[in-house]
Nanobody, 123 residues
Framework: QVQLVESGGGLVQVGGSLRVSCAASGIRVSINTMGWFRQAPGKEREFVAFISRSGGSTTYADSVKGRFTISRDNAKNTVYLQMNSLKPEDTAVYYC????????????????WGQGTQVTVSS
């Protein structure tokens, strides 16, 4: 049984930092492409970042490029999203997801999903 469990969300001020984690069980993060998505109220789920199963290359949405960093710890079987210089528009529920594809920004291509963790950036 595959489980992805996000944690680390919370309330942070504008310009602050936060790191969210995704602990995986039933799959290995090292051999799956792991993605982070987010969904704000009334909006569609959007791609944030992924780390590829192929060589560990990373890709980011333009809106977070230079501020967010995705990484993985194979020994802990966990994926992280370090978020710096947070803005009010980063407020959303953040989801971790897994796919067997090498690259994917479309959420429909991801098979497994976590339950999400709320990130709120206050001004």
């Amino acid at each position: 049984q595959v489980q992805l469990v996000e944690s680390g969300g919370g309330l942070v001020q504008v310009g602050g930092s936060l790191r969210v984690s995704c602990a995986a069980s039933g799959i290995r993060v090292s051999i799956n492409t792991m993605g982070w998505f987010r969904q704000a109220p009334g909006k569609e789920r959007e791609f944030v970042a992924f780390i590829s199963r192929s060589g560990g290359s990373t890709t980011y949405a333009d809106s977070v490029k230079g501020r967010f960093t995705i990484s993985r710890d194979n020994a802990k079987n966990t994926v992280y999203l370090q978020m710096n210089s947070l803005k009010p528009e980063d407020t959303a529920v953040y989801y971790c997801a897994a796919t067997s594809l090498d690259t994917a920004t479309n959420p429909r291509l991801y098979i497994y999903w976590g339950q999400g963790t709320q990130v709120t950036v206050s001004s």
